[in-house]
């Protein structure tokens, strides 16, 4: 835990700093919102990565139905939608900078224009927060679970065409349909690139960071609810 929280605070500081002091080369179209590269795309990662360690602790859940693996599993799915709904909330402020900036505030389109990308991308989050709702309906602890991490399963896997394949099929004005700009040299700078690299890493850090305190604290009060005998009905 210590490694990750290192790494976390270490590199989001050097993002930080890099992103907004040191000159870069302008990317065409963007101007100074080309530094949300820096934090949009890399949330988007932290939250596949955070979904990819739900998944396998669902898949673990499912094999032996150990109660500290179901933990773990709801834990990162909390991380992996924290990073979704802000990696939507900056594409939201960059698209308002670049594809609206000629429309006034009070204008809806200004702040959401059903790009393919951004509506399939709340589409999933909503349909992967839907997990979240079924734990919450559910009195038995392992009924719960198990039916908690067979749709953890199948929500995680359809959150994949629905921000990846669909969006390029269907086209838009979201950038990537033939490929990620962020991995392309013809689309940014070495210097972007070092700093996007290493802002990826930092907000990977940060959300097992997150993790692991979460299932830590979450794990102290099943033993404390357990040993002050009060009924598990709101975990």
């Known amino acids: 835990m210590r490694i990750a929280g290192i790494l976390a605070t270490g590199l989001i500081s050097a993002v930080i700093l890099l ?8 990317i065409p179209g963007l101007g100074w919102s080309d530094r949300n590269l820096f934090f949009h795309v890399p949330m988007w990662f932290s939250m596949y990565g955070m979904m990819g360690v739900s998944l ?16 773990k599993a709801k834990e990162a799915a909390v991380v992996a939608a924290f990073f979704g709904g802000l990696g939507l909330a900056t594409g939201i402020l960059w698209s308002r900078a670049t594809w609206a900036e000629a429309l006034p505030d009070t204008d809806p389109q200004a702040w959401w ?16 927060g839907a997990y979240f709702v079924l734990r919450q309906s559910i ?23 629905l921000t990846f394949f669909l969006p390029r099929y269907l086209g838009g004005l979201h950038p990537g349909a033939e490929g990620t700009p ?3 040299t013809e689309d940014i700078s070495v210097p972007h690139r070092i ?23 979450t794990e102290l009060e099943i033993r404390l609810r357990e040993r002050s005998a009060i009924p598990d009905d709101t975990f």
């Open 19 to 26: 992103a907004f002091l040191l000159p870069l080369p302008k």
């Open 56 to 71: 396998f602790w669902s898949g673990a859940y499912l094999l032996y139905a150990q109660r500290n693996q179901d933990v």
């Open 113 to 128: 224009g059903w790009d393919p990308k951004q509506t399939f991308a709340l589409i999933a989050l909503l349909m992967y």
């Open 139 to 161: 009195r038995r602890e392992e009924q719960r679970a198990r039916l908690a991490a067979v749709y953890n399963i199948i929500a995680t896997i359809l959150v994949i065409p």
């Open 182 to 184: 962020a991995f392309r």
């Open 195 to 217: 700093i996007f690299y290493l802002a990826v890493i930092g907000f990977l850090s940060l959300g097992i960071w997150i993790w692991q305190l979460r299932c830590r604290i």
